[in-house]
């Protein structure tokens, strides 16, 4: 997947807008003037020599360049071919992410003044990347054979070993647990994980070096995954329940407790607020900051065999929702 095609969808600058000229894709992480560390941890691109940014480029590309951004500026630049990266240091060394967003009511990118080279990157970008695979990573753990062979209810005997997650006896001292692997492919390069159940959280399938910690001023995960960008780089969009406020709105006045213009308990006690059953649901275009910690929800998954074999299986898991969620129609059944 191309470099541009990766960084064109940098979190918060490009939810609303589309980019002109290419190297100004690369502004959500190293900022507009390439005055930034990307994620605080990279070189100021700003700041090098156009020599020194391809020789990067290419290191990124063959493995022998970069440190804690290395995972994940490999996959970006893996397509790149080495005209493609000249031309990108000839364009950030020229006074690249200059370039003004364009209108938000128009709906394609103005002609740019990029090299031919870079201009074909850009051009890339707009086509939608093939279909991945949706990987059931419980498969093997709920494999029928395995859950026959692994019932209690079937053993004449029982023993120590059979009982637990440790697999020994309670005297064997050496018992560790495993150590798990979290290596998997960089962002945009890996399959997607099934959902365990109807609107589970989605499991990480990607690595996350560089990406983590994620705080409500620098979240990178918004560059690829905020809906205006998903689409174009075959990632899972942020559904509209994080882009919608469910608490009530609530003011303490005049020793009052007040939900959505209801007082609720009473005078100089709170009382019970059960009666405000659900709040107004407000809607926005922009990430509900009560759930800007991704990683709370979503987390990466590590190459282990499960201890136990599992029998859950999840009513209405259909193909769509393996890999979609519905869950801002389903927040107020129930309660309507």
């Not at 990766?6 to 992480?29: D, M, Q, W």
């Not at 560790?176 to 890996?190: H, I, N, T, V, Y």
């Not at 918004?222 to 003011?251: E, Q, W």
């Amino acid at each position: 997947m191309k470099m541009v095609k990766i960084l064109a969808v940098s979190s918060l600058l490009i939810a609303s807008s589309i980019y002109a000229a290419s190297t100004a894709a690369c502004a959500g992480c190293h900022g507009q003037q390439f005055e930034k560390k990307a994620m605080g941890k990279s070189k100021i691109v700003k700041d090098m020599s156009k020599e020194d940014i391809v020789k990067a480029l290419k290191g990124y590309k063959d493995g022998s360049y970069g440190g804690a951004m290395k995972g994940i500026m490999k996959g970006q630049v893996a397509s790149l071919s080495d005209a493609d990266m000249a031309a990108m240091a000839d364009e950030i060394k020229g006074g690249g992410g200059e370039a003004k967003a364009a209108p938000a009511a128009e709906t394609a990118p103005k002609e740019t003044k990029a090299a031919p080279a870079v201009a074909s990157v850009v051009a890339a970008a707009t086509t939608a990347p093939a279909a991945k695979k949706i990987v059931d990573i419980n498969a093997k753990s709920s494999d029928a054979a395995r859950i026959s062979k692994e019932d209690l209810g079937t053993k004449k005997e029982i023993s120590e070993e059979m009982l637990g997650l440790r697999k020994s006896t309670l005297n064997d001292e050496n018992v560790k647990p495993d150590e798990g692997d979290f290596k998997r492919a960089s962002a945009g390069s890996s399959d997607r994980f099934e959902r365990a159940y109807v609107n589970a959280p989605p499991m990480i399938p990607h690595s996350v070096d560089g990406l983590l910690p994620i705080t409500q001023n620098n979240n990178q995960c918004l560059g690829c995954h905020m809906p205006a960008a998903a689409k174009g780089v075959g990632a899972t969009a942020i559904p509209k329940s994080h882009f919608t406020n469910y608490r009530p709105d609530t003011v303490y006045k005049d020793g009052e407790l007040v939900k959505e213009g209801k007082v609720v308990g009473l005078k100089g006690d709170i009382g019970n607020v059960s009666d405000i059953k659900i709040a107004k649901a407000k809607s926005s275009d922009k990430l509900y900051q009560g759930r800007f910690n991704c990683s709370q929800c979503h987390a990466p998954q590590a190459k282990v065999d499960t201890a136990v074999a599992n029998t859950f299986q999840s009513d209405g898991l259909t193909d769509k929702l393996k890999s979609s969620s519905n869950l801002v129609d389903k927040m107020n059944e129930g309660v309507n």
